[in-house]
């Protein structure tokens, strides 16, 4: 499971355990503290759900409800509200706003859990699908397996990350920034060198003879899954 989800929340201990339990889980995530970011962010990158406190300072997360489902580009981006108010009437007012579903704070992680997978299942199924393939490489994210053919391929764990990550998203070009931002996180003391270097490494364990290479390189932008490599994605 391999789902993009953008944390909006304020509270550090919140944010953090939010990410700590969903990283566990296999899901990608980012983290803004304020609604002001939300755009930025979303235009960086879109994720496949958004977790939304309600009280943030500035914005408020009614109000960046709002403003996601009046783009046209965001009007389906599912929401997941967090807050403390557990009325009835501010339930309301936060689905009758475009939240998709609502979580009353304190709540447990389990629930949280579930309340994503269910929600990614119905409007976006392909977000936790379990296996990738274009032509004839295959990646397993439950596994921890990629398979060219009726070959394995034995990569490193961050070799696994980048594939993945760039499978998800054919023809689209990611510079190095966005790869270590992604891929590699929070690392620390990683420069965009080692971006190259891994790539030059995933080349090598990908393809042998004459297969051709499925990573594109474009010049003084990064690098993209190549999109005319085997056909649309699985």
Aim: with cysteine; charged share 30%; net charge neutral.
């Amino acid at each position: 499971m391999s789902a993009s989800i953008l944390i909006v929340e304020d509270e550090s201990g919140i944010h953090q355990l939010l990410e700590y339990n969903l990283k566990a889980e296999g899901f990608r995530t980012r983290v803004v503290e304020t609604g002001e970011e939300v755009q930025f962010a979303l235009s960086d990158e879109m994720p496949d759900l958004v977790l939304l406190d309600w009280m943030l300072p500035g914005l408020s997360g009614i109000e960046v409800c709002r403003l996601i489902r009046a783009r046209p580009e965001t009007k389906a981006l599912p929401i997941i509200m967090l807050t403390a108010r557990g009325e009835e009437a501010e339930r309301v007012r936060g689905l009758a706003t475009g939240a998709d579903d609502y979580i009353v704070k304190p709540f447990s992680i389990p629930e949280v859990m579930a309340r994503i997978r269910s929600i990614l299942r119905r409007v976006k199924p392909d977000a936790i699908i379990e296996m990738m393939s274009r032509g004839d490489i295959t990646l397993d994210r439950a596994k921890k397996r990629v398979t060219r053919g009726n070959r394995d391929i034995s990569l490193s764990p961050t070799e696994f990350r980048l594939l993945e990550y760039l499978m998800q998203q054919p023809g689209r070009v990611f510079s190095r920034a966005q790869l270590l931002d992604r891929v590699w996180s929070n690392e620390a003391e990683i420069d965009e060198r080692t971006v190259d270097v891994h790539i030059g490494r995933l080349r090598k364990s990908l393809s042998r003879g004459r297969e051709p290479d499925p990573i594109r390189t474009v010049r003084a932008s990064g690098y993209s899954f190549d999109d005319r490599f085997g056909g649309p994605v699985k």
